[in-house]
């Protein structure tokens, strides 16, 4: 039997696959990543939730996890669907910017993060939709500063991806939020012309949550590639 493992991203929860779960015809697991520091860490665990055959789903932070699951067990893992995503290493200006948001939340509360951070992750339009916005912000409250500067840490120290992605030999559903501003199409794009079976995805009127800003289209895109 195969099962079909949800890695969230940064302070995301099992919040971000409720539309998801509902709809796969198989046994599921949501991944926990709120104690560790190291996204190799954060793979091996992932691996360990299950025995045999994996289908992975991963957003944002959580698709590099799944793309370690495939560097580390390539044998385990039967297909990908990788959600608003990236490959690169640490950015020029990217440390500076990741401990900044660490400061603000270790010296104001994740409030802070609630009204300084999450609404650039949303499409501006989705923003005015309460019930997301709640949704998304009871989220990230849900976590604390040393959480969220654990997987700040993980993401710092991340492998680059681009170095290994060309041999992932699985079938992989690229999927992206047009609106993304914080893992743009273009960096998509990037990832499929280097993925050796691969398909991409655009959800229109969607930023970096399209799992939520647009949760049948996103659903329906992901629940077809999972369920095959």
Known sequence: MTTTILIPGLLCDAFVWEPLVKKIERAVRVADLSTQDDLTVMAKDCLAMAEGQLTLAGHSMGGRVAMEMAR????RIERMVLLDTGIHPLKEGELEKRNEIVRLAHENGMQALVENWLP???YEPNQKNKALMDGLSEMILRC????HERQIRALINRPDASAYL?????PVMLVVGRED????VAQHEEMLALLASAKLGIIEDAGHFAPVEKPDECSELCVEFINQ
Do not use: R, Y
């Open 120 to 122: 650039g992750m949303v």
């Open 144 to 147: 604390d500063t040393e959480m």
């Open 166 to 170: 060309q041999h992932i030999s699985c």
């Open 181 to 184: 501003l914080w893992s743009p």
């Open 72 to 75: 580390l067990a390539p044998e």
